[in-house]
């Protein structure tokens, strides 16, 4: 499979993307994973997003196309590719469908995972994630075995930085205003297929019977 994930913040993109990443070996792509690692690490790219990130900003086009234009031309990616918080503007929207058609690849579709607003929020402020490999948990629908520790690799699960109050209602601005038109920008290219994302499992399953997946 080769999907665009487009939703707002906690609207399930990761959650999706995991799942189906088990069903076909797709491999799972969040520049909002790779940045987080970056900022870890203190890379050069990590400093120049940090700021941008805490804040609930949009990292700069031009640093995650940097990014992108090499993730899509490792190895892995020739199973498929489920991209997860990427492209998040109009402009990338542009610059990825330039890559594509240079690489001669296709995408099958752009999912759009459409949460009402409330429970994203209540699904944003109960969110934990494991600052080892990314797991994410929720405290109250799905907390670690161990409260802090990851059931997956014994790493430690934490609220991220920017999932305080006021991040998050930043970010779901930044959503609507910058990549909310997404929607409308693959809907003219006829890729769009809207989803009622209330539930992982009914996204999964939309998505297998679009992309003819066997259950
Ligand atoms: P979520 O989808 O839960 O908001 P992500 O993990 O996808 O979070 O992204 C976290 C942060 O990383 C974003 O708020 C933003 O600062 C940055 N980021 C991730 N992907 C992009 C992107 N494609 N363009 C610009 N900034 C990005
Ligand atoms: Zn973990």
């Known amino acids: 499979m080769k999907l665009i994930l487009l939703g707002a913040p906690g609207a ?3 959650t999706v993307a995991n799942m189906l990443s088990e069903i076909d070996g797709s491999v799972q792509i969040s520049t909002g ?3 987080r690692a970056a900022v870890k690490e203190g890379t050069e790219l990590g400093k120049k997003a940090e700021g941008f990130m805490k804040a609930g900003d949009l990292v700069p086009d031009e640093l995650i196309m940097g990014i992108m234009k090499e993730r899509l031309k490792e190895d892995d990616c020739k199973n498929g590719y489920l991209l997860d918080g990427f492209p998040r503007t109009i402009p990338q929207a542009e610059q990825l469908q330039a890559m594509l058609e240079e690489m001669g690849e296709k995408l099958d579709a752009v ?5 009402p607003r409330d429970v994203i929020l209540d699904r944003l402020t109960t969110r934990r994630t494991c600052t080892s ?3 994410i948990y929720n405290v ?4 670690p075995k161990v409260e802090g520790v990851c059931d997956e690799c014994g790493g430690e699960v934490v609220q991220r930085d920017d999932e305080t109050e006021e991040a998050i209602s930043s970010r779901l601005d930044v959503y609507n ?3 909310a038109p997404l929607a409308g920008f693959y809907e003219k290219e ?3 297929m809207t989803v009622n ?6 996204v999964v399953a939309a998505i297998k019977d679009k992309c003819g997946l066997a259950a």
């Open 197 to 202: 994302a209330t539930s992982s499992d009914a």
């Open 140 to 143: 109250k629908s799905k907390p």
């Open 190 to 192: 006829g890729m769009l």
């Open 177 to 179: 205003e910058k990549t």
């Open 12 to 14: 399930g993109k990761g």
């Open 111 to 115: 999912v759009n995972l459409d949460v």
């Open 133 to 135: 490999c990314n797991a």
């Open 33 to 35: 994973d790779i940045l």
